[in-house]
Structures are given as structure tokens and as C-alpha cells.
Antibody, heavy 123, light 112 residues
Framework: EVQLVESGGGLVQPGRSLRLSCAAS????????MHWVRQAPGKGLEWVSG????????DYADSVKGRFTISRDNAKNSLYLQMNSLRAEDTALYHC????????????????WGQGTMVTVSS | QSVLTQPPSVSGAPGQRVTISCSGS?????????VHWYQQLPGTAPRLLIS???NRPSGVPDRFSGSKSGASASLAITGLQAEDEADYYC????????????FGGGTKLTVL
């Protein structure tokens, strides 16, 4: 079964850090770009960051650039998001998502989504 | 405020046809970048409905279809069913922005 399972969310104070993980199974992880997409409570979807299959291509939304770092470990079939200098506006459910295209980067659909891990930034 | 504009809500009776629009500009949809559509049922993760403007992934009923013209795209749902009540999002790429993807603000579909 193709599956993405996120972990690492929680309650954190403003200015602190958190590291999210996403464990992939059921497909050849190192063939595909991966993404993080977040959804604030009661709000819509926001693309956060993406990483190419070999980590050669990485990009971020302006809202997180300079604070968040995406990475992957293909040997462990895992995707990560290091979140530093967290703000209240980063409070959201964070989903990892698989790119639809082999060796894709930008502009493709996301065909597999995890259920998400909740990050709450509050003092 | 997203660069892809969707109506906040649409509604229809069971059996009817509804469309959800996604309006963009010359730096995204009109430039020819693919439009994708997602369905998000309450309390669940988004599900890919349409990719590449009008392609249905395996398992998506043919009641769902996508189209694109100029700077806009649309998702059509025919034979509306109660289980279609959900939030729907369009997604594309915008060459004037940093980042690999942009989403529309989402549309809540209510089945009357």
C-alpha cells in the first residue's frame, strides 16, 4: 500500500524549532520529488516546500524562506522539514505529498498525501 | 490572497451538474501551466481528482472532469451525490512567484 505518515508535530513556543518527518512506503521513494503542504485551521491549502528526487532542486514559499529547511534521506525513505524561528502564523496541519511525475519538480500534481501532523505555535 | 481565484461556495441538488471555476492570469493558467484539482472531505487529507487539466487518476469516477480555457480552468461534477460534499482546490504553477506550486483558495460544495 502506498502510504505517507507524518510525525513530529506538537505545541511549541514562538521562536522555537521543530522537525517534522514523513515516512514513505509502497513506492520507489527516490524516483519522486516530495513536498510539504500546510493547512491552517479552517483555511485553505498552502504549498510550503519541495525537494527533487536527488535533493538537487529545492524551493520554498516566501512565507517560510530562510526559516524552514527541507531535506530527504532516500536510504530511509524519509522526508523532513526543519522549522526554525516559528511564528503563530505557522500554526497548521502539515502534510507531506508525493509528486505525480518521476523526476518532477515544479508544476506537477500531488498524487499521494499523508494525513498530516499538527503544529501549534503558541506561548 | 491566492493568485488562483475560486468561488468560496457552490451548491447543487442531487443529480445536478455543478462547475467550480479557477481564475488565474498570464503568469499561471494562461501561460499554459497544468491545472490540477483536489477534493478534501471533512477531516481527511486532500485527494487528487484531476491532473494535467483533464486527466482522471485511476479510481476517480468519470462524473468528475476538468477543462481549461484562456486564464481559467473549471472542474465539473455531473450526477451530484451527497458524498461529493467537500472542499475543492485547484493548483497550478506561477512563473511570477517563487515556489513550485500555488493553490486556489478553495470552494465548499454543498449538496442540497
Amino acid at each position: 500500500e502506498v502510504q505517507l505518515v507524518e510525525s513530529g508535530g506538537g505545541l511549541v513556543q514562538p521562536g522555537r524549532s521543530l522537525r517534522l518527518s514523513c515516512a514513505a512506503s509502497g513506492f520507489t521513494f527516490d524516483d519522486y520529488a516530495m513536498h510539504w503542504v500546510r493547512q491552517a485551521p479552517g483555511k485553505g491549502l498552502e504549498w510550503v516546500s519541495g525537494i527533487s528526487w536527488n535533493s538537487g532542486g529545492i524551493d520554498y514559499a516566501d512565507s517560510v524562506k530562510g526559516r524552514f529547511t527541507i531535506s530527504r534521506d532516500n536510504a530511509k525513505n524519509s522526508l523532513y522539514l526543519q522549522m526554525n524561528s516559528l511564528r503563530a502564523e505557522d500554526t497548521a496541519l502539515y502534510h507531506c505529498a508525493k509528486d505525480e511525475e518521476v523526476a518532477g519538480t515544479w508544476g506537477n500534481a500531488f498524487d499521494i498525501w499523508g494525513q498530516g501532523t499538527m503544529v501549534t505555535v503558541s506561548s | 490572497q491566492s493568485v488562483l481565484t475560486q468561488p468560496p461556495s457552490v451548491s447543487g441538488a442531487p443529480g445536478q451538474r455543478v462547475t467550480i471555476s479557477c481564475s488565474g492570469s498570464s503568469s499561471n493558467i494562461e501561460a499554459g501551466y497544468d491545472v490540477h484539482w483536489y477534493q478534501q472531505l471533512p477531516g481527511t487529507a486532500p485527494r487528487l481528482l484531476i491532473s494535467g487539466d483533464n486527466n482522471r487518476p485511476s479510481g476517480v469516477p468519470d462524473r468528475f472532469s476538468g477543462s481549461k480555457s484562456g486564464a481559467s480552468a473549471s472542474l465539473a461534477i455531473t450526477g451530484l451525490q451527497a458524498e461529493d460534499e467537500a472542499d475543492y482546490y485547484c493548483q497550478s504553477y506561477d512563473s511570477s512567484l517563487s515556489g513550485w506550486a500555488v493553490f486556489g483558495g478553495g470552494t465548499k460544495l454543498t449538496v442540497l
